[in-house]
């Protein structure tokens, strides 16, 4: 049986509800919200169902269904009980008036069915399984929800007011549908959906007199920790919508997956040393930097919209500051999604909380090396007992590292861990202290990006080793 997927205004239709209980309150609420002129029979009613007859929404009348309670004009009908032999009777009877007739749970005794809905108002997205497998479409519905902003319908806001004068001032469809797709992924629709429809106005009228030399955008997006489940929504979706991905070797390069499947994916990924490399590189980590920035430049003044997919947050220890203020110096659009922080996605995965009460009440974060490989470190308040101290890239230079801060008075028994592969199924958290930590890695050959966390609140450490 196929049943096909239609849009109904319903606004001022008589419509006829049998029952009043919980499933017919659900088919009730979404026919208030379309506008309908609800009847409703039942024997007995919840106190939800009162509710909308106190609210003026529906009309109740308390007795067994009668054929005759279906009248002529009523356009929609929906028996909402579970007895058989009542949904026969509304079924026959609805027929009978050529009304559009749903018996809730028995697809053969319906003309319509209910969808699962996901509401974005004006976006509305059906999702049916023909009557199959109701439960299914509202997990799939689910799904959806996840994938769709909650402001989505903004975007619709943004769009119906210049629909005339897009159509006045673009002569040919296909010009008119990339200039739709291109504002949609453009920081006007951020704007439309941050809440300031004013600005994102200007922003598509300015793209709109500007389309002859069309530019593109950029979005700096955090990747996260490792686990690609622990992207944000929103940069799930730039994801989905970019037309150029330069992604880094700390991005999960599963996250690629939901690039589109004719979308540039460029591997950006700068090499860092190994323990027991040498310091020196043919090509300076600076230099590298800088042609990841002119490529940012390049594909979004080509007209791409470009998504630079960074491990961790963008502006933590990931040169995210320089790639913004490059692309701005180029006068280009660009926005900056957040990500789980490196630091906050191991110190979690391994249980150890960065803060506790009367053991540490702040949290300095500092990096293991310059761009040069030299250990540069503040060293007179990092071994302070009261703090948790955090180490970015601080693999290679480990050991120099601990046997400085012993050195500057931080005691050899204070508890630290170093988290390799933070949040991934491969993670492995190694616990010791700041003497013995750099020869457990080195016993343990850790090679993979870690993090070092130094401080009493290691010894808190909270969940079982992967």
């Known amino acids: 049986m196929f049943f096909l997927p239609l849009y109904h205004n319903l606004t001022g239709a008589k419509c006829l509800v049998v029952g009043a209980g919980t499933t017919a309150l659900r088919k009730l609420r979404w026919l208030v919200r379309a506008g309908a002129e609800i009847d409703v029979v039942a024997t007995s009613v919840s106190d939800a169902v009162r509710d909308l007859e106190r609210d003026g929404k529906i009309t109740i009348t308390v007795s067994p269904f009668h054929p005759a309670h279906v009248q002529p004009d009523h356009v929609l009908v929906v028996s909402a009980t579970n007895d058989t032999a009542t949904n026969k009777a509304v079924h026959a009877a609805a027929l009978s008036h050529k009304a559009l007739v749903n018996c809730v749970d028995d697809p053969t005794l319906c003309t319509f069915i209910f969808p699962s809905i996901v509401d974005r108002h004006p976006i509305v997205v059906a999702v049916s399984s023909m009557g199959y497998a109701p439960t299914l479409a509202r997990v799939v519905r689910g799904w959806i929800e996840q994938r769709l902003p909650p402001n989505l319908g903004r975007l619709a806001d943004l769009a119906q007011p210049l629909r005339a004068v897009v159509k006045r001032t673009i002569p040919t469809i296909e010009q008119r549908m990339r200039f739709w797709e291109r504002l949609f992924r453009s920081s006007a629709a951020e704007q439309a959906m941050a809440g300031d429809v004013d600005a994102a106005s200007s922003t598509a009228q300015q793209a709109l007199d500007s389309r002859e030399s069309e530019q593109g955008s950029v979005a700096l997006v955090g990747a996260g920790p ?75 003044q080509a007209g791409s919209n470009v998504v630079r997919l960074k491990g961790g947050d963008p502006f933590i220890y990931g040169r995210g500051g320089e790639e913004l203020e490059a692309v701005l110096t180029a006068e280009l659009d660009v926005i900056v999604v957040p990500g789980i922080t490196a630091a906050l996605g191991a110190a979690s995965s391994a249980g150890i909380p960065l803060t506790y009460r009367n053991l540490s009440q702040s949290v300095r974060f500092v990096t293991g090396h310059r761009v040069e490989n030299a250990v540069n470190l503040d060293w007179p308040e990092l071994g302070r007992p009261d703090q948790t101290l955090v180490i970015y890239m601080g693999l290679v230079g480990l050991e120099p590292i601990l046997a400085a801060m012993r050195k500057h008075g931080c005691e050899p028994e204070r508890p630290a861990a170093l988290i390799e592969n933070a949040t991934l199924a491969e993670q492995r958290v190694i616990v010791g202290n700041v003497a013995n930590l750099a020869s457990l890695a080195r016993d343990a050959r850790v090679d993979g990006p870690s993090v070092v966390i130094i401080g009493n609140v290691v010894a808190l450490k909270g969940l079982p080793d992967a």
Request: aromatic letters at 2%; glycine letters at 6%; charged letters at 25%.
């Open 226 to 300: 490792g686990d690609p489940e622990l992207i944000t929504l929103k940069g799930l979706r730039l994801i989905q919508q970019a037309d150029v991905i330069l992604y880094d070797k700390l991005a999960n390069s599963e996250l690629l997956n939901y690039a589109r499947r004719d979308a540039n994916l460029v591997d950006v990924g700068k090499r860092g040393p190994k323990p027991g490399s040498p310091p020196t590189r043919p090509d300076s980590r600076a230099n590298q930097q800088q042609n990841i920035n002119q490529l940012l430049i390049e594909h979004a």
